[in-house]
Nanobody, 124 residues
Framework: EVQLVESGGGLMQAGGSLTLSCVGS????????IGWFRQAPGKEREGVSG???????YYVDSVKGRFSISSDNHRNTVYLQMSNLKPEDTGIYYC??????????????????WGQGTQVTVSS
């Protein structure tokens, strides 16, 4: 059974940094593509970043230069390093896995397995 567990969220002041972790079980990370999504109150879920088995990455424009996605296949973990956080980064962050392991642009409908989410709150 594929499971994803996110951690690392919290409350942060604007300008601060957080690193989110997504630990997978039931599969080898190199077999699947991983995406990070977020959902702010009253808004639709948004694809923030993605990485595929080739290490190709994607970032939505609003986080380019501030967020960095990386994968540690030995630990079956994908990280999302977030710096220079802004209040608009607030939301529940989810990691998800796609069976198409070449996928790196995170579009929710293509991701089959989802974690429970971790809350990130950025105060101004």
């Amino acid at each position: 059974e594929v499971q994803l567990v996110e951690s690392g969220g919290g409350l942060m002041q604007a300008g601060g940094s957080l690193t989110l972790s997504c630990v997978g079980s039931g599969f080898f990370f190199g077999q699947l593509a991983i995406g990070w999504f977020r959902q702010a109150p009253g808004k639709e879920r948004e694809g923030v970043s993605g990485i595929n088995r080739l290490g190709e990455t994607y970032y939505v424009d609003s986080v380019k230069g501030r967020f960095s996605i990386s994968s540690d296949n030995h630990r079956n973990t994908v990280y999302l390093q977030m710096s220079n956080l802004k209040p608009e980064d607030t939301g529940i962050y989810y990691c998800a896995a796609a069976l198409n392991n070449l996928l790196y642009v995170p579009v929710a409908k293509f991701y089959r397995y989802w974690g429970q989410g971790t809350q990130v709150t950025v105060s101004s």
